[in-house]
């Protein structure tokens, strides 16, 4: 095995290659093959066993840093006291190769460039203590048939602008973020399953983002997102579902999801269990999304059309015969069409989603203005 260290695109800056195998500290200059890298190289490390640990400060690197360039596994160790940044970083690089990376103190930054969790491989990062920081995207898992996993156990995890699981075009790669302790700030959006599979786990610790996107792009993306224990996610926009070809699932189960709104698209479900906590200013109901709440919420359904915090469009029925196609409790009207819940107790849920009238008889929804109680249907046992 080895570890290199080439140049950036462009120069002529030669490849500083980590001795085939072996562990050991990065300041140790014999363990590379021109001697201890500058900051102007590009360090990468190529599996087959190889552990670097930092362990020091050994400060800003303008090359890349790459771990996995051939098939195998390699580790790199950030520890109390190290630190690095680096312009890029991929880990995992090719297709076949296995690469982890442990902080469990001081810093690792990148800079410049999205930093690839899984670029072609499986790629692994577990923060436990001292900060992972990436002043742009991150992305877990990029390339087809790559995977990334992010485990936050402790520590901060900062990124930039945006994070993104099974970030780029190819439905066949895949990646899991998972959060027990420590905290994540992320700038710009957090979005489970961009383009291809996509899971996150919040038991723990705490989420900010500006939006999550749960099932991310009209491509296709298969997101899971699910909030349980004491996990805490505040975030200004909550999306699950919503683009054709997408496929969002979120499971509030314990913890909290503050948002400022919350929006259940096409293809999207949200699971509300009564030991969670969901905070919004309002709630839009878009074709085909589904709410799945716990309890008979009969009453609260209405409520909340009544007062606003409910709105919906989507789906088409036939306003003149009351034609919704559907077994329901109550039907609603809202700013655009009808909000129906139905009442389930078997199992002790209510569902909520969305129709909209034809176009030709959408005016007697406005003359009724939203809100207003249209039909109740009772069909409980």
């Known amino acids: 095995m080895s570890i290199a260290v080439l140049g950036l695109a462009g120069t002529s800056m030669a490849a500083n290659i980590w001795s085939a195998t072996v562990v050991g500290n990065w300041t140790n200059a014999a363990n590379w093959s021109t001697g201890l890298p500058v900051p102007a190289d590009a360090k990468i490390v190529n599996g087959n066993g190889a552990a670097v640990t930092i362990d020091s400060n050994i400060g800003a690197f303008a090359g890349n840093f790459q771990m996995g360039n051939k098939t195998g596994g390699d580790t790199l160790n950030v520890l109390a006291g190290g630190g690095a940044s680096f312009e890029q970083f991929r880990i ?41 920081v990436n002043t742009v995207d991150l992305d877990l898992g990029r390339n087809a048939g790559s995977r990334g996993e992010v485990y936050v156990t402790g520590g901060s995890l900062s990124v930039g602008k945006d994070l993104m699981i099974a970030s780029y075009q190819d439905p066949a790669n895949s990646g899991h973020f998972e959060i027990s302790g420590g905290a994540a700030d992320i700038v710009g959006d957090f979005t489970v399953g961009m383009y291809g599979t996509g899971t996150a786990l919040l038991s723990g610790g705490s989420v900010t983002a500006n939006r999550v996107r749960v099932g991310g792009t009209a491509q296709g993306g298969t997101g899971t997102l699910t909030v349980d224990a004491s996990g805490l996610l505040t975030v200004d926009q909550f999306n699950v579902g919503g683009l054709a070809g997408a496929t969002g699932v979120a499971n509030l189960n314990g913890g909290t999801i503050d ?8 293809n999207g479900t949200l699971n509300w269990n009564a030991a969670a906590t969901l905070v919004g200013t309002n709630m839009n109901f878009l074709a085909d999304g589904l709410l799945v709440w716990e309890g008979d919420r009969t009453s ?11 709105d919906g469009s ?8 009351l034609a919704f196609g559907v077994d329901y409790d109550q039907a609603l009207s809202t700013t655009e069409g009808f909000l129906l819940s139905k009442y389930d107790s078997l199992n002790d849920t209510t569902d909520v989603w969305t129709v909209i009238p034809e176009p030709a008889t959408l005016g007697l929804v406005v003359a009724m203005g939203a809100g207003m109680l249209f039909i109740r249907r009772m069909f409980k046992a």
Not at 314 to 321: E, P, R, S, W
């Open 314 to 321: 989507g789906g088409l029925v036939d306003i003149a015969t």
């Open 92 to 132: 995992a690089d090719v297709a076949g190769s296995l690469s982890t990376v442990n902080v469990t103190g001081g810093s690792l930054t990148n800079v410049s460039g999205n930093g690839a969790v899984g670029y072609s491989g499986l790629g692994i990062v577990n923060l436990s203590a001292g900060s992972f």
């Open 259 to 266: 948002a400022g709104s919350i929006s259940i698209g096409a």
């Open 300 to 310: 609260d359904v209405a409520s909340g059309v009544l007062d606003g915090t409910f």
